[in-house]
């Protein structure tokens, strides 16, 4: 007789205990832009993430090396499309400085006041888009009507609506137009009363605040450890900005209407509330802006230069509060008319790093809420 050999192949314990991997990306409709998550999941439960960028790197800080002081400007405004003028703002502080540069008085105020403004439609855009991701409709209307009124002074005074490129090494493009003041003041205050609807549709609504509340806790010491910036980190408690610890452009004399908000839970919705309300704050800070230019007499608002700038050999490394975080820049010159290095560091970059840490142990159902309260640009993130 044939002698005969079984193989028993289980299929119950072991087939359960398996990880799946799972990517979500490069071009997953969840996502903001063109970024890939590697997930392993343990049954419904994320037990390892890894965030994968570099889809969308286009060289930007090679670029800078090939061209003048003038034309890095058009280039460094476009990693955040949604904070261009901010952008702009950190790479012509760094120039200034090299160079030694008082910019006049009234481009000072009139930077300050953009850059409130640009933050504003930066923040309305996540304010909308935020709670479409998780489901609802609504709020995204009431955003964008908001948006268009501040967009429509913001492309009165620049000629663009997104990609400004109203700064100048020296100051600002020209003059505002005849009558801007008074209608930038209406748009600031039909930007306020909309933040109120948003105030009671999203943060007041019980199924937003289940989706939200006690998720995606991120403690303050791994916000630390990434170097995480901006409404993120001050979402879970950690109390730094910018604009009123190493003070620039005309905040030193805002401190009276700046206010740092903060909140100590860490979860999506500590985050969603920072947001709205550092928008309400920018808004305050706009209408002081628009009050101080009012007092100040007529003047230029750029500085007269050179056919050829260069700067002076050397280094210096200049820091700005962007909209979604710490902007970075590190500018080493040679003496020529193009930066022999301009390092950029950006705010989302480091911020989604910290998904690594933050997703293992969460729901895959509660992924798209942690991601869409991180707040970024993925431009902003591969540079």
């Not at 902007?327 to 022999?340: D, Q, R």
């Not at 705010?347 to 840490?357: E, H, M, P, V």
Request: a negative charge.
């Amino acid at each position: 007789m044939t002698r005969m050999t079984e193989t028993v192949i289980g299929v119950g314990g072991a087939a359960e205990s398996t990880d799946m991997v799972l990517n979500i990306g490069p071009q997953h409709p969840s996502t903001h832009g063109v970024l890939r998550l590697r997930l392993v999941l343990d049954g419904e439960r994320i037990s390892r993430a890894e965030p994968v960028v570099g889809y969308m790197h286009r060289g930007a800080e090679k670029l800078f090396e090939a061209r003048d002081y003038r034309q890095i400007i058009v280039l460094a405004n476009r990693h955040d499309w949604l904070s261009a003028f901010s952008n702009e703002l950190g790479v012509v502080l760094a120039v200034e400085r090299m160079l030694g540069m008082e910019v006049p008085e009234r481009a000072v105020w009139l930077r300050t006041l953009l850059a409130e403004l640009n933050r504003v439609l930066n923040h309305l855009m996540f304010l909308g888009s935020y709670p479409l991701e998780l489901g609802g409709i609504t709020p995204m209307f009431y955003a964008f009507t908001e948006r268009e009124s501040l967009q429509q002074v913001m492309e009165e005074v620049s000629g663009g609506r997104m990609h400004y490129m109203f700064n100048r090494v020296g100051g600002l493009k020209e003059e505002l137009p005849e009558g801007w003041s008074e209608r930038a003041r209406a748009a600031v205050a039909a930007a306020r009363s909309g933040m109120t609807r948003l105030d009671e549709l999203v943060v007041g609504n019980e199924v937003f605040r289940a989706r939200t509340r006690g998720v995606g806790v991120l403690r303050p010491e791994t916000a630390h450890a990434y170097g995480i910036s901006g409404p993120i980190a001050r979402g879970s408690g950690v109390d730094f900005d910018l604009r009123r610890d190493e003070p620039y452009l005309a905040y030193g004399e805002l401190g009276g209407v700046l206010r740092v908000v903060t909140r100590e839970a860490g979860d999506c919705l500590a985050r969603f509330e920072v947001l709205l309300d550092q928008a309400k704050n920018a808004l305050d800070l706009a209408d002081a802006c628009l009050d101080r230019l009012a007092e100040l007499p007529p003047g230029p608002v750029n500085q007269r230069l050179p056919k050829v700038l260069k700067a002076p050999e050397g280094a210096t490394y200049a820091w700005t509060e962007n909209p979604l975080g710490i902007n970075g820049y590190y500018l080493v010159s040679k003496g020529e008319k193009t930066p022999y290095r301009l390092k950029l560091r950006s705010a989302s970059f480091n911020n989604i790093q910290a998904l690594s840490a933050l997703l293992p142990g969460t729901l895959v159902a509660d992924m798209v809420a942690i991601l869409g309260s991180f707040f970024f640009v993925v431009g902003d993130i591969d540079k």
